[in-house]
């Protein structure tokens, strides 16, 4: 695909994949964006996934057109970027690679070579002229791994961002709302990385940049501070949209019954958005996303076994793996005999930065009654 006239996105479209990294839903697939940079001399821009070598050489060398590449930039070394980058190199054996040193040493281990002969090692500040074209280095340790590196092309004042500004989905299917799988891919494989996320878009906040070409998803090349927007929202642990998530297990359906009458009653009380989601059925990554996105949370769960629910225990554990902050939290337990729910997971909770607990508890003893109602309309006028 034609970006300029002289930069090409040469990646390919996955419809074969189900679990994006081993645990994400992605039914709608995913990209690997790779890119060429034609000038007097040519940069190939990271590779795709080792499913799709012969597909991705292909897409190389029909925007070659019978030159060869005399660079080829490593921006990170996740496999879904650098499968196939071993096939280009035995390729074209004159290419020189470019990449940070923590990427030779990955490079290494991976693909069971040192490539340093055939190597230029950059860092920080460094650039690399084409011909008309210069690419400046911009180093992003940990957004998300720590060798990555982002490339700004100052004549077209293009940005190749790394996973940054990524989303789910393929380049073939039509999407018109960019952040809801945006942000999904954000908090789910970015979204730990903040303060460095934040630290990145820092330095790009100096350059002038008029389209942003990620290793996954669209490129973009409008409405470029909307997007910029969001990420700095997210990065920073902000509030997105006011709003309250209620994550739930329910065993009998005692919970889910106070979770729904909990739901109906935020919303008489003039909640904006009220996002309920069972921990059991739904994607986790979808609850996640909402939890991240709105700035209060209830959980809602049953005593088990002397602790909380299994669901209840993995979605808290993701939150806290996420770096999950800056929020209000409330607890909705029930137990027939001795409900300790709220305790076990507020301990769990304590430990993350910046969080506020709710003064109200629902507490069930079985089913919803009068009592846990009044409950129930106490904990809506706090969280509404």
């Not at 990294?21 to 697939?29: I, N």
């Not at 923590?102 to 490539?115: I, Q, R, S, W």
């Not at 989905?169 to 990385?193: P, Q």
């Not at 309920?276 to 809602?300: H, N, P, T």
């Amino acid at each position: 695909m034609k970006i300029t006239d002289s930069i090409f996105n040469v990646g390919v479209n996955d419809h074969e994949i189900d679990l994006f990294e081993g645990q994400y839903v992605v039914p709608e697939g995913m990209a690997y964006n790779s890119y060429v940079i034609v000038d007097d001399k040519i940069a190939v821009m990271d590779s795709v996934d080792s499913g799709f070598t012969a597909e991705w050489l292909d897409n190389i060398e029909k925007v070659l057109d019978g030159r060869t590449p005399d660079y080829i930039i490593v921006q990170h070394m996740e496999p879904d970027h650098s499968g196939s980058l071993v096939d280009l190199l035995e390729k074209y054996e004159s290419a020189s690679i470019v990449a940070s040193d923590k990427a030779f040493v990955m490079l290494n281990k991976f693909y069971g070579k040192d490539y340093l002969g055939r190597g230029i090692v950059i860092k920080e500040g460094d650039s690399l002229e084409l011909g008309n074209h210069v690419l400046n280095f911009v180093a992003a340790p940990m957004v998300h791994w720590p060798e990555v590196m982002v490339t700004y092309e100052s004549k077209t004042k293009t940005l190749f961002s790394a996973d940054v500004f990524g989303k789910f989905g393929a380049n073939d299917v039509e999407d018109d709302d960019w952040a809801c799988e945006a942000r999904r891919y954000y908090f789910g494989i970015v979204g730990k990385f903040g303060v460095q996320v934040q630290n990145l878009l820092k330095k790009a906040s100096s350059l002038d940049i008029e389209r942003i070409c990620p290793l996954h998803g669209p490129v973009l090349d409008e409405n470029l501070g909307y997007y910029l927007d969001l990420y700095n929202t997210w990065s920073s642990y902000g509030v997105e949209t006011e709003g309250v998530t209620i994550a739930y297990t329910s065993v009998y359906g005692n919970t889910k019954k106070a979770v729904m009458e909990l739901a109906k009653a935020l919303e008489e009380k003039g909640c904006p958005n009220v996002a309920v989601s069972d921990l059991a059925r739904d994607d986790m990554a979808e609850i996640i996303e909402d939890a991240f996105r709105y700035g209060k949370l209830i959980l809602a769960t049953t005593t088990y076994n002397g602790g909380i629910f299994p669901f209840m225990n993995d979605f808290i554990c993701h939150l806290a793996d996420h770096g999950y902050q800056n929020r209000k939290i409330a607890f909705v337990e029930n137990g027939a005999w001795a409900p300790i729910a709220a305790k076990k997971m507020r301990g769990m909770l304590e430990g993350l930065k910046n969080i506020e607990f709710a003064e109200n508890t629902v507490t069930i003893h079985g089913g919803v009654n009068g009592d846990v109602r009044e409950q129930i309309n106490a904990l809506a006028e706090e969280m509404k």
